[in-house]
């Protein structure tokens, strides 16, 4: 919180030459680069594939009759339930390759990511009926994944709606951490978690206060797209 009373000064630097490292070449011999978009295409049609067949195959199914989610396991062998931080990380990666994931093998893959949307708590939680507080890890990356897919995938009504649901629930737990502008303070995020509903921080033995640098990204991507002030204080 605080906007630009957050920001300290900054100190000028000067560059300095190692010699050992200006031995080494800018651009080693043999060299080849890995071709990654197509990597990721392969990654994209291997997983989302219903006709798989093999140990473990196929990787995606359907998790009830009406389709209206599917299973997906975080690793392979592992449990079906999905994870936000795996299903639309794929869902943003094959986008970013030019795929068009809402009708990828005939199937809305982005529409079917909204089912992480937890709407009593106004936020994108890691696995569909789940909360939050166990990890703001967990909690917070879902949230930047959901912003990354909507900013590909412009001009849908309800996912702006949810955009600014997550904003604005995130800038109220920056609140509830102690973050306020008049007098200036800065949230405190040495918790483990924040349990959204409560508004009250968890403690696991633990401290992820990295979890600040994710909410003030989505912060400042909401006050682009929505022009609130708020989220400039974040």
Known sequence: MGGAGCLG?????????IPRVERMPNLPQPFAMRDWSQLTRDYVNFVFD???????MPLVGWLDAGRTMVSFPSYVGGPNDPEAVNYLAAVVS?????????????????TLGTNFFNAEEGVYVNRPHGGTGGSF????FPNVLFYQLNELY???AARDQQALSVALKWHEACVA?????????????????????????VEMGRIEPEGAAGIAWFEYMAWL??????????
């Open 94 to 110: 094959g986008s970013l390759v030019g795929l068009d994931m809402r009708n990828y093998r005939g199937h809305d893959w982005v």
């Open 225 to 234: 797209k929505f022009k609130d002030p708020r989220f400039l204080t974040t």
């Open 9 to 17: 000064a900054v100190e000028e630097t000067s560059q300095f030459t």
């Open 154 to 156: 412009p001009g849908n």
């Open 177 to 201: 951490l102690g973050g306020k502008t008049d007098p200036l303070a800065l949230p405190n995020f040495d918790h483990t978690g924040l349990n959204l509903k409560t508004m009250k921080p």
């Open 50 to 56: 219903f006709e798989k067949r093999g140990e473990h």
């Open 137 to 140: 890890w967990y909690d917070v």
